[in-house]
């Protein structure tokens, strides 16, 4: 496995439409891998393909229950909703107030590229659609309500 180069806001391929995922290479195996060791040496949450600079439509969720692949999501059923601080490993030292559903229903293929619906709650329904957006080239920022705040210490 190897760690990859989280790309930041201003960097092209996060406003880009991900490609969708045809079949299950070696390679896709190896970025996904990739992309969960990511996310873990950089204490995130969740990380999407064009946060490493692959415009394919893939991101990896961990909410403290073990890794959740995602292929080719689609949300098919939203719930409710929850207003929350958020941040993304793209916008570093930054957070802000965003609404995202309280329940969220996924369509996706799963690591073994298997059909299989996913649903999620509170913390992981809005893990789910900030990495989903991310694949339509949407940032947490897009959403954001008032200002960013800085999550430096000072």
Same mark, same amino acid.
């Given at each position: 496995?190897? #760690?990859? =180069? &989280?790309?930041? +806001? ?8 991900? =490609?969708?995922?045809? %079949? #299950?290479?070696?390679? &896709? #195996?190896? #970025? &996904? ?15 999407? /393909?064009?946060? @490493?600079? $692959?415009?394919?439509?893939? /991101? *990896?969720?961990? *909410?403290?229950?073990?890794?959740? $692949? ?31 559903? +309280?329940?969220?229903? $996924?369509?996706?293929?799963?690591? /073994? ?6 649903? !999620? ?5 809005? /893990?789910? @659609? ?6 339509? !080239? ?5 959403? @954001? ?6 999550? %430096?210490?000072?």
């Amino acid at each position: 496995m190897a #760690l990859r =180069k &989280i790309r930041e +806001m201003g960097e092209d391929c996060l406003r880009c439409t991900c =490609k969708e995922v045809t %079949e #299950l290479t070696p390679r &896709i #195996l190896e #970025l &996904i891998d990739d992309m969960v060791d990511t996310m873990y040496d950089a204490d995130g949450v969740g990380l999407a /393909a064009p946060q @490493v600079g $692959v415009r394919k439509r893939i /991101a *990896v969720i961990d *909410v403290g229950e073990g890794p959740v $692949v995602l292929i080719n999501p689609e949300i098919i059923y939203t719930e409710g909703e929850q207003t929350g601080m958020e941040g993304c490993l793209s916008v570093p030292g930054k957070a802000g107030q965003v609404t995202r559903p +309280m329940k969220v229903k $996924v369509k996706t293929r799963n690591e /073994a590229f298997e059909w299989v619906e996913i649903e !999620g709650e509170e913390l992981f329904a809005r /893990a789910l @659609v900030h990495e989903i957006e991310h694949l339509d !080239g949407i940032l947490y920022v897009d959403r @954001v309500e008032g200002e960013l705040q800085s999550t %430096e210490e000072e």
